[in-house]
């Protein structure tokens, strides 16, 4: 019967075995997670957790008692430390050794951390875990002032966050504009007005040199004053164990379009991987997002039952700031023209616009504020390769089901 180790207990891991189960896989699984906390979602971490809208028992995937009621081992707060793979082995961190059939990586990511004077403040934050978040909130509050290094979407979010709670947030980005790497500069504009008139100081072009026991200190010599100091540019992949144990690794764990490593007995699924994406041409990429871990947890799963594989699907993210809803699918490589429908100049009530990415007459990317129909249909063309009239797309008394039409 064949024995399923999963190392990496977050969303992707915790999925992938109850998705095991699902799929009629009877034999022994273990999961396997470094927190001490059960498989838990961590996008809330930055908004509705940190805002104190949700508690722990909401945050997790399912309830404690899922997995002993179907048969997996759950252990958490346990450290794997080495796979060999020609004895289908991993150690762990307490002395334990556990054989596997099929074992499935879902080992996440890890803040990049910048090497200046400073880094390695004790008080410094990061927001990648409970306990990241748990500090953080402590952070925040009336009267108090947060500087956050980088402005990608955790940034943002934390800056929202923050502003909910009563304390003063700044951005520190150093490239030109917040979002550079993952948005357009139509949203990058959009969010940075609607961040500035919610009291929020987003500086761009500020390169950070070194963490003071003041706050953060800029190259043009300025000091940016702050009681807490949040750096979020960016995550690596967590694959020192897939590289010792001798797995092909580049910018993650490099698998197949089903999930599989460089060895057959070896899967990987989330954050951790270098990805083929079948609907942008099989080009790899390396998605941080819940939709791409649940999709691998698909692959990964059916694989090892044997069930066919799951049809391909459209990447898509998300993002909320404020009463703002940002909506993202596709990945916008390869585009060579943009068609905005809505007026993104509408920053405070009723802001609803749609940024999409085209190559010729096909939608890539489709970045929708406020905007599900938009983000919805987008989604589909992108997966259909559905031809668009640029013209109608722009027109908002066309519907997109019209749209969508041809």
Same mark, same amino acid.
């Given at each position: 019967?064949?024995?399923?180790?999963?190392?990496?207990?977050?969303?992707?891991?915790?999925?992938?075995?109850?998705?095991?189960?699902?799929?009629?896989?009877?034999?022994?699984?273990?999961?396997?997670?470094?927190?001490?906390?059960?498989?838990?979602?961590?996008?809330?971490?930055?908004?509705?957790?940190?805002?104190?809208?949700?508690?722990?028992?909401?945050?997790?995937?399912?309830?404690?008692?899922?997995?002993?009621?179907?048969?997996?081992?759950?252990?958490?707060?346990?450290?794997?430390?080495?796979?060999?793979?020609?004895?289908?082995?991993?150690?762990?961190?307490?002395?334990?050794?556990?054989?596997?059939?099929?074992?499935?990586?879902?080992?996440?990511?890890?803040?990049?951390?910048?090497?200046?004077?400073?880094?390695?403040?004790?008080?410094?934050?990061?927001?990648?875990?409970?306990?990241?978040?748990?500090?953080?909130?402590?952070?925040?509050?009336?009267?108090?002032?947060?500087?956050? @290094? +980088?402005? &990608?979407?955790?940034?943002?979010? %934390?800056? *929202?966050? /923050?502003?909910? =709670?009563?304390? !003063?947030?700044? #951005?520190?980005?150093?490239?030109?504009?917040?979002?550079?790497?993952?948005?357009?500069?139509?949203?990058?504009?959009?969010?940075?007005?609607?961040?500035?008139?919610?009291?929020?100081?987003?500086?761009?072009?500020?390169?950070?040199?070194?963490?003071?026991?003041?706050?953060?200190?800029?190259?043009?010599?300025?000091?940016?004053?702050?009681?807490?100091?949040? @750096? +979020?540019? &960016?995550?690596?992949?967590?694959? %020192?164990? *897939?590289? /010792?144990?001798? =797995?092909?690794? !580049?910018?993650? #764990?490099?698998?197949?379009?089903?999930?599989?490593?460089?060895?057959?007995?070896?899967?990987?699924?989330?954050?951790?991987?270098?990805?083929?994406?079948?609907?942008?041409?099989?080009?790899?990429?390396?998605?941080?997002?819940?939709?791409?871990?649940?999709?691998?947890?698909?692959?990964?799963?059916?694989?090892?039952?044997?069930?066919?594989?799951?049809?391909?699907?459209?990447?898509?993210?998300?993002?909320?700031?404020?009463?703002?809803?940002?909506?993202?699918?596709?990945?916008?490589?390869?585009?060579?023209?943009?068609?905005?429908?809505?007026?993104?100049?509408?920053?405070?009530?009723?802001?609803?616009?749609?940024?999409?990415?085209?190559?010729?007459?096909?939608?890539?990317?489709?970045?929708?504020?406020?905007?599900?129909?938009?983000?919805?249909?987008?989604?589909?063309?992108?997966?259909?390769?559905?031809?668009?009239?640029?013209?109608?797309?722009?027109?908002?008394?066309?519907?997109?089901?019209?749209?969508?039409?041809?």
């Amino acid at each position: 019967m064949t024995r399923v180790v999963i190392i990496g207990a977050g969303h992707a891991g915790g999925t992938a075995a109850a998705l095991l189960r699902q799929y009629g896989h009877e034999g022994p699984i273990l999961l396997v997670g470094e927190e001490p906390a059960p498989p838990y979602q961590r996008p809330p971490l930055s908004k509705a957790w940190l805002k104190g809208e949700v508690d722990l028992e909401a945050l997790l995937l399912r309830p404690e008692v899922f997995y002993a009621e179907h048969d997996i081992d759950l252990r958490t707060g346990v450290t794997a430390t080495a796979i060999d793979a020609g004895a289908r082995t991993v150690a762990f961190a307490d002395g334990t050794v556990e054989s596997y059939d099929a074992l499935i990586l879902a080992t996440g990511s890890t803040a990049r951390r910048l090497t200046i004077p400073g880094a390695d403040r004790p008080g410094l934050l990061e927001l990648r875990t409970l306990a990241d978040a748990g500090r953080l909130k402590a952070a925040l509050g009336p009267g108090r002032r947060l500087a956050i @290094v +980088g402005g &990608g979407y955790v940034g943002l979010e %934390a800056a *929202a966050s /923050a502003r909910a =709670l009563g304390a !003063e947030a700044v #951005v520190i980005e150093r490239m030109d504009r917040v979002l550079a790497r993952v948005a357009s500069e139509t949203l990058s504009a959009f969010f940075t007005a609607r961040h500035r008139s919610e009291g929020v100081e987003v500086l761009t072009g500020a390169e950070v040199t070194a963490f003071e026991e003041a706050g953060v200190r800029l190259a043009d010599g300025r000091l940016i004053e702050a009681d807490s100091v949040l @750096v +979020g540019v &960016g995550a690596l992949a967590n694959d %020192a164990l *897939a590289r /010792a144990a001798g =797995l092909t690794c !580049e910018n993650g #764990v490099v698998v197949d379009e089903n999930a599989r490593t460089s060895d057959p007995a070896i899967w990987a699924i989330g954050d951790t991987t270098f990805r083929p994406v079948s609907v942008h041409g099989g080009r790899r990429h390396r998605l941080e997002s819940v939709p791409n871990a649940l999709e691998q947890a698909k692959q990964a799963a059916s694989a090892i039952v044997g069930r066919v594989a799951p049809t391909p699907e459209v990447p898509w993210f998300w993002s909320d700031q404020y009463d703002l809803k940002l909506q993202i699918a596709g990945l916008p490589d390869g585009a060579d023209r943009q068609v905005v429908r809505g007026d993104p100049g509408v920053i405070g009530e009723g802001a609803s616009f749609a940024v999409f990415h085209l190559q010729g007459d096909r939608i890539l990317c489709a970045e929708a504020v406020n905007a599900p129909a938009e983000f919805m249909a987008g989604r589909m063309m992108i997966g259909r390769a559905t031809p668009v009239d640029a013209a109608k797309l722009a027109d908002l008394s066309v519907s997109m089901k019209l749209v969508a039409a041809g």
